[in-house]
């Protein structure tokens, strides 16, 4: 049942991101989506897999396992969203 927690939060935390993100700049988007897959989605959808995982596999160990391996990747893709989102150069409309 506590996987369902962190699935719960995850999605919950995606829809709170794109309400957030909603017809505002990609720049701000970036910054949005960074932040809430490093806070929200990637530490509970980790968790929540790691349990599933384990659940499945009938092996404890399995469930540190699979969260040292998929946070870290979920965490750094937000940093590097992140912080295009902070480096990125304003639109301009000087397509002439």
Do not use: C, H
């Not at 935390?13 to 720049?27: E, T």
């Not at 040292?68 to 304003?90: N, R, S, W, Y």
């Amino acid at each position: 049942m506590a996987f369902a927690v962190g699935y719960g939060i995850a999605f919950i935390g995606a829809l709170v991101a794109y309400q957030l993100s909603k017809g505002k700049a990609k720049k701000r988007k970036y910054i949005v989506w960074g932040i809430t897959l490093m806070l929200v989605i990637s530490p509970f959808l980790s968790f929540a897999m790691g349990l599933t995982y384990g659940f499945i596999v009938e092996n404890g160990w399995a469930i540190p396992g699979t969260i040292i391996i998929l946070f870290p990747i979920g965490f750094i893709i937000g940093l590097i969203m992140l912080l295009v989102g902070v480096f990125k150069k304003k639109e301009t409309d000087d397509s002439i």
